[in-house]
């Protein structure tokens, strides 16, 4: 019951969560591990006030819950895996007008393609990493924060180049 309630909170709180999917993506995609931390942390810089503070406290719930996995098996890998496709707005069904030919549906239509898979295994992965360090990701200091705005500038732009 309790499941059900913090799944419909979720989905009732959506399209707050959405605007950050793409951004936090292609931090995990584009950069190499040890950078993608600290872009993690100016995504979250970037995000609007109260993106950030649904953001952390979902992160910092679904992070208790994996610190009792003992009790439950539900590990940050295991939370990862129901509420990515929820946060990162992946339904895993594509409809035929979005088929990269108009005239051409798309074959296959129940069996996600590889770019697809891709995607969701970054998804996966990224979220992951969002609950095992959300005490980090929330936790800037000084010095990180004015490298932080020196560089948001830039991960814009690799941002906006990476949605082209």
């Known amino acids: 019951m309790v499941i059900l309630t913090f799944v419909s909170w979720l989905w009732s709180i959506l399209h707050i969560l959405i605007s950050f999917n793409n951004n936090f993506l292609c931090v995990w ?3 190499p591990g040890e950078q993608r931390l600290e872009a993690l942390q100016s995504a979250v810089v970037l995000l609007p006030d109260e993106n950030r503070e649904v953001l952390q406290s979902l ?3 679904l992070y208790d819950i994996s610190t009792q996995a003992e009790d439950h098996q539900m590990t940050a890998s295991n939370l990862a895996v129901c509420f990515a496709p929820s946060l990162f707005n992946m339904s895993g069904t594509k409809s035929v007008t979005q088929s ?7 074959k296959n239509l129940g069996v996600p ?4 898979l891709q995607e969701q295994k970054a998804a996966h992965e990224c979220l992951t ?4 360090e959300c005490k ?4 800037v200091s000084i010095f990180s924060m004015e490298k932080n705005l020196n560089i948001s500038f830039s991960f814009t ?3 906006f180049y990476s949605s082209i």
């Open 157 to 159: 732009m690799l941002v």
């Open 100 to 106: 990269p030919s108009p005239r051409r549906p798309r």
């Open 29 to 31: 995609v584009d950069l």
């Open 113 to 116: 393609d590889a770019r697809e």
């Open 129 to 132: 990493t969002l609950i095992q």
């Open 136 to 139: 980090k990701l929330f936790n």
């Open 59 to 61: 992160l910092f719930f």
